[in-house]
């Protein structure tokens, strides 16, 4: 079973900056791809970012150009870096990770995004 932890999540200002982090622990052969979702009250879990093995980047149309993902392979680990942040980005992070046999969710990480 792999377990995913995330961090990083936490109160920040309109037009400051977050970085998350969430790594992966347990029986990992590789993992394909690593994302990032969100949700915020009353709304659907949405897509942030993903990034392949190969890098390859996909991002939702609201955080282009300000959300950046990034990989560590070699610790299992990925990061989102936010900047320019409104206070619609203000929601429940969770990451998510997928291997040729498994698919996991982290817990979840707090981002508010107020003055």
């Known amino acids: 079973q792999v377990q995913l932890v995330e961090s990083g999540g936490g109160l920040v200002q309109p037009g400051g900056s977050l970085r998350l982090s969430c790594a992966a622990s347990?029986?990992?052969?590789?993992?394909?791809?690593m994302g990032w979702y969100r949700q915020a009250p009353g709304k659907e879990r949405e897509l942030v970012a993903t990034?392949?093995?190969?890098?390859?980047?996909n991002y939702g149309d609201s955080v282009k150009g300000r959300f950046t993902i990034s990989r560590d392979n070699a610790r299992n680990t990925v990061y989102l870096q936010m900047n320019s942040l409104k206070s619609e980005d203000t929601a429940v992070y969770y990451c998510?990770?997928?291997?040729?046999?498994?698919?996991?969710w982290g817990q979840g990480t707090q981002v508010t995004v107020s003055s």
């Open positions: 990034i392949t093995t190969g890098g390859s980047r």
């Open positions: 347990g029986s990992i052969f590789s993992i394909n791809i």
């Open positions: 998510r990770m997928i291997g040729v046999e498994f698919a996991s």
